[in-house]
């Protein structure tokens, strides 16, 4: 069984800095891609970032220069470090194992950027 566990959402201010955490149970980790991906009230989940086996890494084009996805395979984790935080960055985020489709997801971690 995986389960995901994110952790480090919360409030913050525009500009602000904010670092996300997801643990991986199980012995997928090592072998997959990990993403980070959002959903904001009314709209579609999201592609964040993605980071592959091999340490490649991919954006959204709204969060390239400002976040950092990277992981660390002996602790099972991968994080999403977000600075220049704006308010439409406000979103659930979750991270995902696997691929959107056939994955496994977390129960997600709520950011607000607000003053």
């Known amino acids: 069984q995986v389960q995901l566990v994110e952790s480090g959402g919360g409030l913050v201010q525009p500009g602000g800095s904010l670092r996300l955490s997801c643990v991986v149970s199980g012995s997928m980790f090592r072998i997959y891609a990990l993403a980070w991906y959002r959903q904001a009230p009314g709209k579609q989940r999201e592609l964040v970032a993605v980071?592959?086996?091999?340490?490649?890494?991919n954006y959204a084009d709204s969060v390239k220069g400002r976040f950092t996805i990277s992981r660390d395979n002996a602790k099972n984790t991968v994080y999403l470090q977000m600075n220049s935080l704006k308010p439409e960055d406000t979103a659930v985020y979750y991270c995902?194992?696997?691929?959107?489709?056939?994955?496994?997801w977390g129960q997600g971690t709520q950011v607000t950027v607000s003053l």
């Open positions: 995902n194992i696997g691929g959107a489709t056939m994955g496994y």
């Open positions: 980071i592959t086996s091999a340490e490649s890494t």
